[in-house]
């Protein structure tokens, strides 16, 4: 009888090892599609990694991001609620929600899952960029100025939050260096910015 025991727990270790390493083997495929812009093949491999370990936490969020991608707001915010209650210190999570909920142009609950975010981790400058984003939303023009500066202070080259930064100024009267922040972001490579330049900064 003991042998028995012994081989029966010794193939539930061997299933259990298969598994580990198959959903490894899919979560890492499913990165790779990611980041080459196959979102529906990326949720396929995610939804796998899902059925062998449920409660895996980057394995939500990621297939969050991919959903909203693909413009499935809602259902990635789904993923990222599920990520939350799994582990409630996961920062990307609630950056991620944050991202979804301001797609859906729902800006406060967006700000409320940035302020989160940033209360986990204040290190990273796309948190206060996207808050930036829904606090302009809003129309809080100097707060979102406030964010936008913050994200510049944590990496002096971000060009899309002197882009960003430059229409509250504007909308605030601040023409001059509404036009500076829109010649820096063009000088680190938006070209989208000469629109902006153009109409408001001759």
């Known amino acids: 009888m003991k042998q ?6 010794a193939l539930l270790l061997t299933i259990s090892g298969f598994a580990q390493q198959s959903a490894k ?24 990694v899902l059925k062998l370990e449920p ?27 599920k990520a939350i209650e ?20 729902d800006y406060r609950g967006a ?3 940035f302020d989160k975010a940033i209360e986990l981790d204040g290190t990273q400058a796309k948190a206060y960029n ?8 809003i129309k809080d023009y100097a707060g979102a100025i406030s964010d936008y500066t913050k994200a510049i202070s944590l990496n002096t080259k971000y060009a899309e939050a002197y882009y960003n930064r430059g229409a509250p100024r504007y909308n605030l009267g601040d023409k001059a260096n509404a036009c500076t922040d829109w010649n820096r972001a ?12 153009q109409s408001y900064c001759k």
Do not use: C, Q, W
């Not at 899919?26 to 196959?38: A, D, E, I, P, Y």
């Not at 409630?88 to 979804?100: I, M, N, V």
């Not at 063009?186 to 330049?197: E, F, M, Q, R």
């Open 4 to 9: 028995i025991l012994l081989l029966s727990l």
């Open 55 to 81: 409660g895996h936490v980057v394995t939500l969020t990621n297939r969050g991001v991919a959903k909203d991608r693909l413009l499935n707001y809602r259902s990635a915010i789904e993923d990222f609620t």
């Open 86 to 105: 799994l582990d409630p210190a996961h920062a990307e999570a609630y950056f991620s929600r944050g991202l979804s909920k301001y797609n859906l142009k």
């Open 130 to 137: 996207n808050r930036g984003l829904a606090r302009y939303g």
């Open 186 to 197: 063009k000088a680190l490579g938006i070209k989208d910015v000469d629109h902006y330049l």
């Open 25 to 48: 083997d899919m979560f890492l495929s499913g990165n790779k599609k990611f980041k080459s812009g196959k979102y529906e093949d990326a949720i396929k491999d995610y939804d796998e």
């Open 111 to 113: 700000i409320l899952d």
